[in-house]
Structure formats: structure tokens, C-alpha cells
């Protein structure tokens, strides 16, 4: 370098004009050679190297360096920079760090991927492993919008009246547009005994209804049976948990002894759940060595998932499915439809046919994420389309009415959706308003105050509060006591028996 070689020419020059006057000097000046000025001059740039590397490595501007091998990552290190260095306030990086791997998440427009925060993450663990306090329903997002995939049988959710395909559009007053299921979940969730009101617009009607619910201990229980005629037993799986399995085969070791002879298993408005357990359910009815799915890996590779166990029970077998049955339970659904030749009732399916794993951080945070899809038996992706049953049979029509918000006053010379939902809601159970158009008139009033009569309620003709939540509960009760998809797979079950 330059620099480097006129302080070795102005070295030789003092050293030189030493020898020519024969003089040593004591002091004033330090008689340096050549070879160790250099020695000298490498430790310097060594020392000043060092402090260079100590001042970016500790200084308040830390530069980000991105290894040659990690290009792709240049342009996000850069917005960091420039954010960090540049933005007028101060900055939060493990928000900033946060949001960029939930952006990254959201970019791959997948709802059944998902970033979590630790609270997120927790919850998310939770709701598969033990009880949990919440209202009780299944959700996913969808088109930009938060769905009700499912509420759990006897949830605050269920008893509310929410069904599969509600949207959430708000929770408090707070919008839910744009949000992921986990950042719903967590608004929605509360402590036991709370309030919280969600505002739920229903698939056909044209106003949004608000219904307060009081949050309560979600138990994840999931098997529930019964015999529910000469020798047929209905048993219903609410979700696929941790023990759904052993569950399941206790339930059916009980009913036997009761006389079980048929099986109607139920699993409508069953989100789904774990894998495994869906596999360990199906093998109780495929016979062994027959396929229950297949999983088909991003490059194609596919890995067959055959029976375990037995799978050929001692009694014949229907399944019940309609909109609320995802994922697991469609997984069950498919496999012994094609494997075992069971006959499926009720409604099409939701139709989610890919599979996930969740992957935590060491910060106790968690990426969920889609590794494949699954395909049936035979090979069919049912992925947005869902499984159709053999015999397609609906609900009544009371079975799909709008919710009715109980803090809202219906009474004499009212006029909304919400009094014609109240009729039709009255007229189902036995109480004829005269009417179904939304007025609610003097007929009206005579049939709510029958109503409450019945019911052990103030006879006063208004429908609010305890008045309104026991509507909804008959109504419940009459749907369950009028299951014509219950009555068409006990039929088609009385037929395998003969």
C-alpha cells in the first residue's frame, strides 16, 4: 500500500542518515528496524480490526450481515435495517420478528396454516390434550372470513344456536375481517363464567345477529352412545382427541352387553382432530390390511395407511355425516365407505383433505403448518369438495333457523327476521303464532304467552332472556326428536340385520 511503503522509505532514510553520522541517540527518538516496524504495523491493523468488529457487534446500529449462502434472505434483512434504523419511533424486534414470520405464513393464502404466539401456542396444545374454557366451537378461516366449522356437542356454542357455516364477523364489536383462525381463537376464548358477544351472520339470511355467550369449561369428551332401539345403539364422536380411541372401544364394549346388535355411528358436526386416532378408529372397522388413506407427500411420493387391528365387528355398521364432518372424520368416513363397503347418511361433507404437523420454538411459539394432502382409499381427494352419502337425506327446515339474540325485546308491534325466526321457531314446537312474516301481533303474543306457560316462565307475551334461550332449547330438543337423518340410518341399518 501507499502508506505503508513511504513510512519504509522514511524509515530507511532515518536509518541511513544514523549510519552516516555514527550517533546513537538516548532519547527523542526510538531506533526502529525494518522487519520489526512491520511486526509493529500488523498489530495495529490486527488491534483495529478488532475494535471494529467489537463496535458493530455491540454498538446500539447493529449490522445484520446475511451469509453468501442465504441470498434469498438479502431483501428481508434490508426492510429490518432500514426500519429499525430509520422508522421515527423505536421499534419492538421481537414484534417486528413476529410479524415477519406471520406475514411469510399468511403469503401461502393456506387457513390451515397458521403462526402462534406463545399464548396462541398454548391454547392451540390445549384444546387437543385437556379440558379448556371458551365457548365451545370449532373455527377456520375462509375467503377472509371466520367460520364456525363446528360447536361441540353440549358447549355454550351449541346451546346458543351456532351451526356449521356461521361466520363470526365480530367478537365484542371488534371486527374479526382479515384475522386467522388463532388470532380469532384468542379474542374469542375467555375465562369461565365471562361474557362475550359475537356477531354471527348466517348463509341465507340478510341481517347479522349478536349473541351473548357465557363462557364455560369446554371437557373434551368425545364418545357419547345409547341404544336408541331394538338392539341398535347410536354412538356419537365429537371430535378425534388424545383417547378418543380407547373411548370409543369402552362405549362399545358397554352397549354390547346392553344388547347391541347395529351400530348408527354419528359423526356430524365432528371437526376432526389427530391422525392417529382417526386411524386407530378406522382399523376397529376395515377389515386388516385394507387401506384407510393415503398420504401423498409435495413431490408425489405416497405412503399407504393399512388396518391394524381386526376391523370386522360382530353387527352391522352406518355412518352419519353432514357439513360439520372435516378432516379425521372424514378420513373415517371415506375408509369405511371404500374399504368395508359401509353405507354413509346425511349431507355432504366439509371437505378438508390435507394434514398438518406443528413444529414449536424454543420461546414456546408454534408454526402449523400443511405438510400433504390425504386421499381415500381409492385414491380421491376430497379436498374442497367433500365425501357424498349414499343416502342424501336433510334436516327439517326449523333445524337451519337464525339464532334470535336473547338480550333483544321482541313483543307486541315488533317487526324484524328475528320475530319471523321466533314463529317458525314456535310453530315448530307446537305453538301455531298464526303467522310467519316477521309482526309480531296479538296471535303472536297469545302463542309466546302459551309458550312460557308451558315452561314454567312469567307469562307476560315478550320474548327476551330465559324466555328466549328456552326457545331455542325446544327447538334443540325437537330437531334431536325429529333426526330424520337418525331415522333414515336406523332404517338402513334394520335392513343389514335382517
Known amino acids: 500500500m501507499k502508506v505503508v511503503k513511504s513510512l519504509d522509505e522514511q524509515n530507511v532514510n532515518q536509518e541511513n542518515t544514523e549510519q552516516e553520522q555514527g550517533t546513537e541517540k538516548k532519547s527523542g527518538y526510538i531506533n526502529i528496524k525494518k522487519f520489526h516496524f512491520i511486526l509493529i504495523l500488523f498489530f495495529l491493523v490486527l488491534l483495529s480490526t478488532g475494535i471494529t468488529t467489537f463496535a458493530l457487534s455491540f454498538g446500539e446500529e447493529k449490522v445484520i450481515t446475511v451469509g453468501a449462502e442465504r441470498t434469498e434472505f438479502d431483501k428481508l434483512y434490508t426492510a429490518y435495517d432500514t426500519l429499525k434504523n430509520g422508522y421515527f419511533e423505536d421499534l ?21 396454516t397458521d403462526y402462534m404466539s406463545v399464548e396462541e401456542a398454548e391454547k392451540f396444545h ?38 356449521p357455516n356461521d361466520i363470526i364477523t365480530a367478537v365484542d364489536g371488534k371486527s374479526l375481517q382479515g384475522m386467522t383462525s388463532t388470532e380469532a381463537v384468542t379474542i374469542i376464548r375467555g375465562k369461565k363464567g365471562t361474557k362475550v358477544e359475537l356477531t354471527i351472520q348466517r348463509p341465507g339470511t340478510d341481517a347479522p345477529v349478536k349473541v351473548p355467550i357465557i363462557r364455560d369449561d369446554i371437557p373434551i369428551e368425545t364418545v357419547y352412545g345409547e341404544m336408541v332401539g331394538d338392539g341398535i345403539a347410536k ?7 388424545t383417547n378418543t380411541s380407547k373411548d370409543l372401544a369402552a362405549k362399545l364394549n358397554e352397549l354390547q352387553k346392553q344388547g347391541m346388535k347395529g351400530l348408527v355411528l354419528d359423526l356430524r358436526q365432528n371437526p376432526g382432530g389427530l391422525l392417529d386416532e382417526a386411524i386407530s378408529i378406522s382399523s376397529m372397522f376395515v377389515p386388516k390390511g385394507k387401506l384407510i ?50 353405507k354413509l347418511v346425511g349431507e355432504n361433507t366439509f371437505g378438508k383433505g390435507t394434514v398438518q404437523t406443528a413444529k414449536d420454538f424454543p420461546d414456546k411459539s408454534n408454526i402449523k403448518f400443511t405438510t400433504a394432502k390425504w386421499l381415500t382409499p381409492n385414491g380421491n ?10 343416502f342424501e337425506v336433510p334436516l327439517p327446515e ?29 310453530k315448530a314446537i307446537g305453538f301455531d303464532p298464526g303467522r ?10 297469545e302463542a309466546v304467552k302459551s309458550f312460557q306457560t308451558a315452561n314454567n316462565l312469567p307469562a307476560d307475551g315478550i320474548l327476551k332472556g330465559d324466555a328466549t334461550f328456552k326457545l331455542m332449547e325446544k327447538l334443540r330438543e325437537q330437531i334431536q326428536n325429529n333426526d330424520t337423518q337418525l ?8 335392513e343389514e340385520m335382517k
Open 436 to 445: 310467519e312474516d316477521g309482526f309480531f301481533d296479538e296471535k303472536t303474543q
Open 235 to 241: 354412538v356419537q364422536i365429537t371430535s378425534f382427541s
Open 381 to 390: 381427494w376430497i379436498h374442497k369438495k367433500g365425501i357424498k352419502p349414499d
Open 92 to 112: 419492538d424486534q421481537k414484534k417486528l420478528i413476529n410479524g415477519a414470520i406471520d406475514g411469510m405464513v399468511k403469503a401461502l393464502d393456506d387457513p390451515y
Open 293 to 342: 388413506l393415503k398420504v401423498e407427500d409435495r413431490n408425489g411420493k405416497t405412503e399407504e395407511y393399512p388396518s391394524q387391528n381386526d376391523g370386522n365387528p360382530d353387527f352391522p355398521l352406518v355412518v352419519l355425516i353432514d357439513k360439520g364432518s372435516a378432516s379425521a372424520s372424514e378420513i373415517l368416513a371415506g375408509a369405511v365407505s371404500e374399504s368395508a363397503g359401509v
Open 398 to 426: 326449523y333445524a337451519t333457523l337464525p339464532i334470535i339474540n336473547p338480550d333483544k325485546e321482541l313483543k307486541l308491534s315488533s317487526s324484524s327476521t328475528e320475530v319471523e325466526s321466533a314463529q317458525k321457531m314456535l
Open 126 to 163: 390445549s384444546s387437543i390434550n385437556s379440558s379448556f374454557q371458551g365457548i365451545g366451537a370449532e373455527i377456520q378461516e375462509k375467503d377472509g372470513h371466520i367460520m364456525i366449522v363446528s360447536p361441540i356437542k353440549g358447549s355454550p356454542a351449541e346451546k346458543a344456536g351456532l351451526r
Open 487 to 494: 331415522q333414515k340410518a336406523v332404517e338402513v341399518l334394520q
